[in-house]
């Protein structure tokens, strides 16, 4: 007796292949019926046997392809229609849509064995793709995910593209951006305005073994590319870029080639070789023969793989290793169109490498640290894991929008159990960057149909991602905490609904009470908070500008530790500051004018990095605790005791004077690579002193690690090992950062909480 089921499949299902897999299986299992695309998910009918239909249904979930995430299965008996043949229909335009845009995926090695065979009529074709690899959500307009919908969409297929487009078992059956010589697109060299198609990635090659800087438009945007291993030219192109300091990520040939430069474990060599193709930070080896203003004060290098064909051309004729940076000023919207890298590019590049495959959705690397332990900190989610969807615990109520935060900003949007983020969209300090902000939020909301009817924001009055909340019409606010967030957003992506101790350590966030925190402990659930603990508060003079400049914290905190003497301690380490500077500040520390108290855990680091001579410039964010850490060696040199007090019923982490300890073992002549290592391991100590106070007392024993400066590695195992070690359950992130780029999750987290609370 032959049965018939109705399926809808959600879930990463479109654009990986998945309805040849559907029609293959069928065939398998000798099954009539259909396989279709639609807004909200994939939609099967499967008729024949009872058995082969079973078969069917348990070769569904445990093959599909390796791209595709199946995150629900419908199942529905209907009655049989006698359908014996199986075919796959077009897609089916109208409905609610849900479904999951894939994101651009790296470089097959089918696809690659192809670009290099002579025999192959894609050899040397810079735009080689299939359903396993190749763009996705970077040239995608709208849904379903349709060649009609994509920056594709004016390339006409060739006869040779066309059939393998519409045959189920080809691995290019409806891959949309597929193309070949004969119809897709070309890419040439502009050098000076004048165009150049014929052996353009030959010189282009010529020109990074000649020490030029070469602007390549790559998936998501441009690059800005040199060759790694000249340090004249890395010095230039920071001149050009405006970057002093900040470390450069580097694209090498081939494994062999990242084994050269990097001491790389079987973690790092999986995330290089994975289908998102991430930046993956490794240690440097200690004679990496490149250049030095790589990654100064840093032990580690950023490398990734080539992940487009263009790329893998490029390295059959340049040098292995090349500087493959954002294309942008310091700070600036990455340049993703032809005429803005033109306009934007012109005073940094001395060519550009261009091609017309339009690319719709600017999109940033991304960037992971995996560590020995297996766990990965990740550092930005972009390419390659965007849009990627993350499952609630508890559902929304109602579609909501989560704004995010003011730097490393992403925006959410979420539905059911479903939360939609954004990819990395940088500081929104900067009109371009505002602008590109708004865009991104109207396509979203386009891509998956969704009009918000709520949106949560950060209680920060002053953040643009705040002003643009208060600025929609007929929608909700829900304000949330940042600190808040931070847990919100750990315990949301572990999949955790109970109350939690959650160590939110960051830079900065406003606090209710006036003051700007970023050195808290939580009692926390989505729906609500109370602050326990916190890091013993000193002033932060000027306010941003002791975040931008680590001597002034040091002041600070030599005030906190010594008074009026805070100038003479000052001194006897090595810092300096004008006669109008000392009245300044002092003027500030000691009156609180235009200075407000902070508990800041970025800020402590700031003025350890300062008062030991580690980093004394701030060239960009975050540079004093990495250098900090990079400095910090071996593990057993010991650490400071650190008091743990009580206010207002609040645990107290006595930080000033773990940083009198600090200056004294300074002025002792013990060396900073020691101090480094102490001040860490007494962080990590001092936090599991705390839980097990508060433990005693509210009875928590789930440890929830989220704030930019969980992404120092170091403090962060120690911390977990410790805390484990003491029988605590620990979780962090492990989909999206644990610092501002997470936030938006945790706003939607804690307003569907909110939302689930008033039921």
């Avoid at 009872?50 to 390796?66: H, K, Q, Y």
């Avoid at 305005?193 to 353009?200: A, I, L, P, Q, T």
């Avoid at 998102?276 to 080896?285: K, Y």
């Avoid at 032809?338 to 339009?358: I, K, M």
Wanted: proline content about 6%.
């Amino acid at each position: 007796m032959r049965i018939r089921r109705n399926l809808r499949i959600s879930g990463i299902v479109q654009g990986v292949g998945f309805r040849p897999f559907i029609y293959r299986l069928a065939l398998k299992h000798c099954l009539g019926g259909y396989v279709r695309n639609t807004p909200s998910c994939v939609e099967i009918a499967v008729e024949g046997l009872p058995e082969g239909l079973e078969a069917f249904c348990r070769d569904l979930t445990d093959s599909a392809p390796i791209l595709a995430c199946l995150q629900e299965v419908v199942s529905e008996d209907a009655p049989p229609l006698g359908e014996e043949n199986f075919s796959i229909l077009a897609s089916h335009g109208s409905g609610e849509a849900a479904a999951v845009i894939p994101a651009d995926i790296g470089l097959c090695p089918d696809c690659a064995a192809e670009i290099l065979s002579q025999q192959n009529r894609r050899y040397f074709y810079p735009f080689t793709n299939c359903t396993n690899c190749g763009p996705r959500f970077t040239i995608i307009k709208n849904l379903p995910y349709d060649r009609a919908h994509t920056t594709m969409a004016g390339f006409a297929m060739c006869d040779a593209c066309r059939q393998e487009y519409e045959n189920p078992l080809d691995r290019r059956f409806h891959a949309e951006p597929t193309a070949c010589p004969a119809c897709g697109p070309v890419v040439w060299l502009e050098i000076g305005g004048r165009r150049r198609s014929r052996e353009c990635l030959t010189r282009a090659a010529e020109m990074l073994w000649n020490g030029k800087i070469i602007a390549i438009k790559s998936l998501g945007g441009f690059h800005l590319a040199c060759d790694a291993r000249q340090e004249p030219v890395v010095q230039l192109l920071r001149q050009r870029k405006g970057r002093r300091d900040k470390p450069f990520a580097v694209m090498v040939r081939d494994l062999a080639a990242a084994e050269a430069i990097c001491e790389l474990n079987r973690f790092e060599k999986s995330w290089l070789r994975s289908p998102a193709s991430p930046i993956v930070l490794a240690r440097q080896r200690a004679n990496p023969g490149i250049a030095a203003s790589l990654a100064p004060g840093n032990r580690y290098l950023g490398l990734m793989l080539p992940y487009t064909p263009l790329h893998l051309l490029l390295f059959q004729h340049s040098p292995d290793a090349l500087v493959m940076t954002s294309g942008n000023r310091s700070e600036e919207p990455l340049a993703f169109t032809n005429d803005e890298a033109r306009r934007t590019l012109g005073e940094l590049a001395d060519a550009f490498l261009f091609h017309n495959r339009d690319i719709h959705v600017p999109c940033d690397d991304s960037v992971v640290r995996p560590l020995h332990d297996g766990s990965t900190i990740i550092l930005r989610r972009a390419r390659g894991y965007v849009p990627d969807t993350i499952q609630l615990p508890l559902p929304c109520r109602e579609d909501l929008l989560g704004v995010g935060a003011q730097d490393k900003t992403t925006f959410g949007l979420a539905w059911r159990r479903t939360a939609l983020l954004s990819q990395h969209l940088g500081n929104l300090d900067l009109v371009e960057t505002i602008d590109y902000y708004r865009c991104a939020i109207d396509h979203f909301q386009t891509l998956s149909r969704r009009r918000p009817t709520v949106a949560a924001h950060d209680l920060h009055p002053g953040y643009v991602s705040t002003s643009y909340a208060k600025g929609l019409d007929n929608v909700r606010l829900i304000a949330v905490q940042h600190h808040h967030a931070h847990i919100a957003a750990c315990l949301a992506e572990n999949g955790r609904l109970e109350r939690c101790l959650g160590l939110a350590f960051d830079g900065a966030g406003y606090g209710p009470d006036g003051t700007i925190w970023g050195g808290e402990i939580l009692a926390a659930d989505l729906a609500d908070y109370t602050r326990v603990g916190h890091f013993a508060p000193v002033v932060l003079p000027g306010g941003d500008a002791a975040a931008q400049n680590p001597n002034f914290m040091a002041l600070s905190y030599l005030f906190a530790v010594y008074g009026e003497a805070a100038l003479s301690q000052a001194a006897r380490l090595g810092l300096r500051f004008s006669p109008l500077q000392e009245r300044l500040l002092l003027r500030q520390i000691t009156t609180g004018w235009h200075s407000p108290v902070t508990t800041s855990a970025g800020r402590l680091f700031d003025a350890v990095a300062a008062a030991l001579d580690i980093c004394r410039e701030r060239t960009y964010e975050g540079q004093p605790a990495l250098e900090l850490e990079m400095v910090a060696e071996g593990q057993d040199w010991g650490y400071y005791p650190l008091k743990i007090g009580h206010h207002h019923n609040q645990l107290v982490i006595d930080t000033i004077a773990l940083f009198r300890q600090v200056v004294e073992d300074r002025q002792r002549g013990v060396v900073p690579a020691v101090i480094s290592a102490r001040f860490h391991e007494s962080l990590a100590r001092g936090c599991v002193a705390a839980c097990l106070t508060l433990r005693g007392r509210l009875r928590l024993n789930l440890v929830a690690l989220s704030g930019g400066v969980w992404q120092n590695a170091r403090l962060f195992l120690r911390t977990k090992e410790l805390l484990t070690k003491a029988g605590f359950e620990v979780i962090f992130h492990r989909q999206t950062p644990a610092n501002d780029g997470g936030i938006a999750l945790g706003q939607i987290a804690v307003a569907a909480a909110v939302l689930d609370r008033e039921q």
